[in-house]
């Protein structure tokens, strides 16, 4: 039996496992949005229990289990903590609707086994293990993160995603289409000292993608939080548009260990500013070096960071103990 005999079997087993029918002449991809989703992709019915207004299901765990629209008490969070562990894991330990908000920067499906180095660079192709996912793992992987933050999120919270080109249309499907969520805008952060490209077959990337989404269903998300003034007033009084160019994240900012992927604080800070207010409870889940909870500590905001590897958890600690007000002089003006 070949890899896509073995995982269309494995899929076959899963739907079975789950009581959901008319299976058997699904795709790989029809069976995965069937189990994500519990509807069928074909006849467009729900076989599974009913989903009743603003429920979530949650892939993993098979079942229809919760409303985001439940405030849930915050005395027992570990509040201004980083969390080592998985976190989908840690994210099941919160109760419903506490954080105002989630800004978080997820693997992004880009890494090869064998990247290219590249030597006269400080910035060298992904190749790390926690980016790497077999085919359909970072669906079912994105599926299941997203929807467990959906429910630990206010109703109406923001939601700010980073993405490549390589993930950010699969996050963008799975927000909009698997959970109905409203998608406020999408930012272009432009790299404008962004790594040459060492194949010269393709333009040079240099930009991510910012999704700012609502939770709430596309119809009914209302009352978002966007400190409107305060943006234009960082932007010398003038709107500020989605396409920010920032340039990548400054020595200064990694003096204190490496990461393949550190967010330049200014960037955050705009986020921060944007879509949240002081006191209000912020979590990151895929923390890498803290530059959320960094950012948030400035701007007297509470946080929840969770991040797997030790490592990291270390220098997101030491950026914080450090942290003295001087983290904005990387050229842009968000000061
Ligand atoms: C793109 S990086 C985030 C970088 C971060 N924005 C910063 O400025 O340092 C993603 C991080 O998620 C972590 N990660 C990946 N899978 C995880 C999981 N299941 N649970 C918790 N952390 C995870 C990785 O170790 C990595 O540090």
Known sequence: MNYHQMRNKELRE???????????SLKKTQMIKYLS???????KTQISS????????????????????????????????????????????????????????????????KGLGWAFSSHVTMQEQWDIFAEDDYFQFTVNWISEVLRVLKTNGNLFIFGSFHCIFTIGFILQNLFDRRIISQIVWYKPNAQPNITCRMFTESTEFIIWAVNNESKKAKNWTFNYEIIKAMNNDKQMRNMWEIPLTKKSERKHGKHPSQKPSAVINRL????TNEDELILDPFSGTGTTAVVAE???RKWIMIEKQEEYNQIAQNRLDELSGSLFEDGSNDS
């Open 50 to 113: 009913k989903i009743a207004d603003g429920e979530i299901r949650d892939a993993s765990s098979g079942g229809f289990r919760y409303s985001p629209t439940i405030l849930g008490t915050t005395e027992k969070l570990p509040i201004n903590q980083i969390v080592l562990g998985d976190c989908l894991k840690v994210m099941r330990t919160f109760p419903d609707g506490v954080f105002d908000c989630c800004i978080t920067d997820p693997p992004f499906n880009m890494s090869k086994k």
């Open 14 to 24: 899963e739907l079975k496992k789950r009581g959901l029918k008319g299976y058997s």
């Open 37 to 43: 989703t519990g509807i069928h992709p074909v006849k």
């Open 298 to 300: 400035q701007h007297k």
């Open 272 to 275: 921060i500013l944007a879509g």
